[in-house]
């Protein structure tokens, strides 16, 4: 059965689960509906937005050990293989998750303390897009081998006028993994200059 977080939100996710070593997160997120009142009535429309899920697979310091522990649209594998991206998936529309990140915990280098998953916006300067233009965030972690939901954090903060979600984390905690619900906010119009925040 899967559990509902709250922003702040910790749980433990190998303890309960004995034998869990590999793990797909999730995140998925909907456009939100726009209005243009003209001389004709009201017209709706759903804007393109392109937005980029990430994982920085962070050392105890909280920073990036290495360029490849940066897990992304443009490297999709890190660089000791147990952390890899689903691909991109360019407009967010459909049911489901828009994408996905895939983790052997077994195989994460011991220097990794955590991974961090955020969101951007691709190109939201030139496109003046912000996440208050996004509906329905969330991020879930699933059993890879049988496909189970073992948690789910729905964002329902209002995040208008920000360019980057940090959304959640797995991170080491005595011998065993935990996540952590974070839905924190700020301003990064591409994941390399997030990622310059933890070199």
């Known amino acids: 059965m899967s559990i509902s977080l709250v922003k702040g939100q910790k749980i433990d996710l190998t303890k309960g689960n004995p034998g869990l070593s590999k793990i797909i997160v999730g995140l998925g997120w909907d456009p939100a509906e726009t209005e243009?009142?003209?001389?004709?009535?009201t017209k709706r429309s759903t804007p393109n937005i392109d937005c980029d899920a990430s994982a920085l697979m962070l050392d105890a310091n909280g920073k990036l050990a290495k360029q490849t522990d940066l897990v992304c649209f443009h490297?999709?594998?890190?660089?000791?293989?147990?952390?890899?991206?689903?691909g991109d998936n360019l407009t967010g529309e459909?049911?489901?998750?828009?994408?996905?990140?895939?983790?052997?915990?077994?195989?994460?280098?011991?220097?990794?303390?955590?991974?961090l998953f955020v969101v951007n916006i691709y190109d939201c300067v030139n496109r003046k897009q912000d996440f208050?233009?996004?509906?329905?965030?969330?991020?879930?972690?699933?059993?890879?081998?049988?496909?189970?939901?073992?948690?789910?954090?729905?964002l329902s903060d209002n995040y208008a006028g920000k360019t980057a979600l940090i959304v959640g984390e797995v991170y080491r905690n005595g011998g065993e993994w935990k996540?952590?619900?974070?839905?924190?906010?700020?301003?990064?119009?591409?994941?390399?200059?997030?990622?310059?925040?933890?070199?």
């Not at 994408?99 to 955590?114: C, G, T």
């Open 132 to 154: 208050g233009m996004i509906k329905a965030a969330y991020i879930r972690t699933l059993n890879q081998a049988n496909g189970q939901e073992l948690l789910r954090y729905n």
């Open 36 to 41: 243009k009142k003209g001389l004709f009535g």
């Open 179 to 199: 996540f952590n619900a974070i839905g924190e906010s700020g301003h990064a119009p591409h994941i390399d200059l997030l990622a310059k925040q933890y070199q």
């Open 94 to 115: 459909g049911d489901g998750d828009d994408e996905q990140i895939f983790i052997d915990l077994a195989r994460v280098p011991s220097n990794v303390d955590k991974i």
């Open 75 to 86: 490297n999709k594998t890190s660089g000791d293989g147990s952390v890899v991206h689903s």
